[in-house]
């Protein structure tokens, strides 16, 4: 597993993160429609009990989201998807030793949750959003940038790309600037290549494969594949059927250096990272 070029201490909120090592952050879904958990956490208690059996399992962070990206995914107006993560953010705050992502576009929601305890801010849209830069400097948390181009509703629309891996990368480089400008140190900012997003099988197996290019940028990678299409049309699995496939992919993910992997199986990916942290330290 690659040594880091950064410095490996992240304040996050009141808690920090070690980048020294692979962490699993367990995906929280708030959203009724959401593709794989069909809001069966909806409720509070539920999302906390769900985000307690994660963190049990070893998951270093929770990232709760309340607007799903999927392809088609209905529009959330920023008050509904505040009522939906704001009490979920103060009741995993209150309760558990854990960083809270919030995978979030929208100010208010980045502002308001930055208050009741979130420690990171993970933005699929990194921060484009009219007025998500200006909140997310003024909460002073680190911020997870990812490469994706148009919107969830069209970026599936015939992706193309004449040099994959410089375009993410210069993607990410671009926003990593503007961060910058606006005042977010270098050393808060976590990039990720942004599977599934505006992307087609192709373009995912070969940004996996060469995701290593992207540590040039200077900055941790987070990689998000969990039970993703790229593993369904490989395999032909739907998406209860990718567990497997997901593990596979974890784990080449940490030989490449990923530090954090964002799933939704998190105690067998522990496992698969657990297992190689014990080969990578042996003699
Ligand atoms: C990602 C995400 C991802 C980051 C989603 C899904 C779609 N945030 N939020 N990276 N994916 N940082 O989980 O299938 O890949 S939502």
Redo the contacts with the bound molecule.
Sequence with gaps: MTSTLYPTRLPCGNRVLDLARTHIMG?L?ITPDS??DGGRFAQRDAALRHAEVMVSAGATLI?V?GE???PGARFVSPVEELERVAPVVEALSRELDVIISV?TSTPAVIRETARLGAGLI???RSLRREGALEAAVATGLPV?L?HMRGEPTDMQDDPRYDDLVGEVSAFLQGRMGECVTAGIAREKIIL?P????AKTLDHNLSLFKHMGALHALGRPL???????SMIGKVLDRPVGGRLYGGLALAAMATIQGARIL?V?DVAETVDVVRMLAAVESAK
Excluded at 194 to 197: K, L, M, N, S, V
Excluded at 222 to 228: E, F, M, Q
């Design positions: 995906i879904n593709f794989s990232d989201g799903s990206t999927r995978d993970n933005d699929v997870c990812m990720d942004g599977f599934g997003f987070l990689v998000g594949v969990s039970r993703k964002r939704h």
